[in-house]
């Protein structure tokens, strides 16, 4: 079964090829992630994806982006590190999580902190994704933003 996602007015639309042409469904949030995939990651066909870095909230204030075209589909992780060996100013550090994957510690030496309750929070088209970077997987023609947020402000990007 074939399942192509739409953004439709900030709701996440399923579209399901079948024998009777294409049905639509209500994603669930889980439709974001891909778990269990396999040891090359998600080796695709090639898709351009735009990664968008933000820090409005402490300095030093930026907004980076990074256009990657023909980039093999897969974890966006990988899109990351193709961002930062594109973009010079698109730097970024990881810790990896057993069970969890890897979770954003800081872009561009800003980084996330508990005790300010800061986080790098990634959404696309508006929505907040489900999962982090080691298990979402861009769609060609996406834009992802990491936006450097406040718990308390999560939602404005």
Not at 89 to 106: A, D
Not at 140 to 152: A, H, W
């Amino acid at each position: 079964m074939l399942v192509v996602e739409i953004l439709l007015l900030s709701l996440c639309l399923c579209l399901i090829s079948s024998p009777l042409g294409l049905e639509s469904k209500r994603c669930t949030l889980g439709d974001q992630c891909h778990f269990n995939q396999p040891m090359c990651g998600m080796c695709g066909k090639p898709i351009n994806v735009t990664l968008k870095a933000k820090n409005r909230l402490q300095p030093p204030m930026f907004t980076i982006t990074a256009i990657l075209e023909n980039v093999p589909q897969r974890q966006l992780l990988y899109f990351l590190e193709d961002a930062a060996n594109q973009v010079s100013t698109f730097k970024f550090k990881t810790t990896y999580f057993s069970g969890l994957g890897y979770y954003i510690e800081s872009i561009n030496n800003v980084p996330a902190s508990i005790s300010n309750n800061t986080y790098w929070q990634i959404n696309s088209g508006g929505i907040p994704l489900d999962c982090g970077v080691s298990n979402y997987v861009p769609e060609c023609g996406e834009t992802i933003f990491f936006n450097f947020t406040t718990y308390g402000d999560a939602d404005h990007f």
